[in-house]
Antibody, heavy 118, light 106 residues
């Protein structure tokens, strides 16, 4: 069965960086995009960007350009999302999601809470 | 930038029909998807490509999309359907989510 397992919660200080991992299993890793979506406390879903695990190409939401980097390791079927220059407004649950065969996300990770506080 | 607009909340009595709308410019020309999210849980795909249900999603969930509005309909709503619902579409190469609708089963 398809699973996306994310790394554990993080607490960071303003200005620091955080790297969240998402390990995929149960399907051919290189055949489907992985996207990152975040959700601030009590708020909606916000798309951050995506990575194509096949060639490693990325596409980031304009809001996060210059602060976010998505990478992958095909040997371990893992995708990473690095967010730098953290501020309090980045406090959120970060999800990875697998894109299906169309314009939708059919599987989601369990989420990773990133708390930014001085 | 492209926006999707949802009502913040919808209330429904058990056994009745709940309709959740999602509005966006020429949304009918795009595919709409819907996600259900219960407190403390990850989103779950409920409807994709406007009208399709993934395996495991009850038949009482249905979708439509035309003009500027996509609609998620829950027929015979049950207490377990109480959750937040988010619509989603693509605009060029950007993914857009609606603000979410809290469905309360009274």
């Amino acid at each position: 069965q398809v699973q996306l397992v994310q790394s554990g919660a993080e607490v960071k200080k303003p200005g620091a960086s955080v790297k969240v991992s998402c390990k995929a299993s149960g399907y051919t890793f290189t055949n489907y995009e992985i996207h990152w979506v975040r959700q601030a406390p009590g708020q909606g879903l916000e798309w951050m960007g995506m990575i194509n695990p096949s060639g490693g190409s990325t596409d980031y939401a304009q809001k996060f350009q210059g602060r976010v980097t998505m990478t992958r390791d095909t040997s371990t079927s893992t995708v990473y999302m690095n967010l730098s220059s953290l501020r309090s407004e980045d406090t959120a649950v970060y999800y990875c999601a697998k894109r299906g065969s169309g314009s939708y996300f059919d599987y989601w990770g369990q989420g990773t809470l990133v708390a930014v506080s001085s | 930038s492209y926006e999707l607009t949802q009502p913040p909340s919808v209330s429904v009595s058990p056994g009745q029909t709940a309709s959740i709308t999602c509005s966006g410019d020429k949304l009918g020309d795009k595919y709409a998807s819907w996600y259900q999210q219960k407190p403390g849980q990850s989103p779950v795909l409920a409807i994709f490509q406007d009208t399709k249900r993934p395996s495991g999603i009850p038949e009482r969930f249905s979708g439509s999309n035309s003009g500027n509005t996509a609609t998620l309909t829950i027929s015979g709503t049950q207490a377990m359907d109480e959750a937040d619902y988010f619509c989603q579409a693509w605009d060029s190469s950007t993914v857009v989510f609606g603000g979410g609708t809290k469905v309360t089963v009274l």
